[in-house]
């Protein structure tokens, strides 16, 4: 046993040899995977600033189109009201002249049926029409 032991300490004994494992990469490739991740950090920033250009862009749009939208409804607004006052405003006149209109009928109805005492041919054609 002792002789075992004494073997063992002169002579060790390795579990796995180093130098038979191949290396995974070499110095070449670990250069360039680092250059690869710095490229891919100043891609990524690059990416970042102009996705937040179109983010920035994107907002303006929808600003301008709320605004877009509200001159327009304002203005179909506006439309209305106006439409409304001018009906109004170019109906007046005429219900004047049909008040008028209709206020002379009645005077001169007034005065056939007047005139109709006198004459017995006009008292006869205003009850054939349902005036007299």
Known sequence: MSILFLLTLLFPVHAQDNNDVPVPYSLQDRDRIMRTEVKMEALEETMTVKFDSQQRQLDDLKTLFYWGFGILITLFVFMMGYLIWD??????????????????????LNALREYSRKDSGLAEILRSHGLL
Do not use: G
């Not at 009906?87 to 001169?108: D, G, Q, V």
């Open 87 to 108: 009906r109004r405003t170019a109906l007046k006149p005429a219900l004047e002249k049909s008040a008028s209109a209709e206020e002379k009928i009645k005077n001169l």
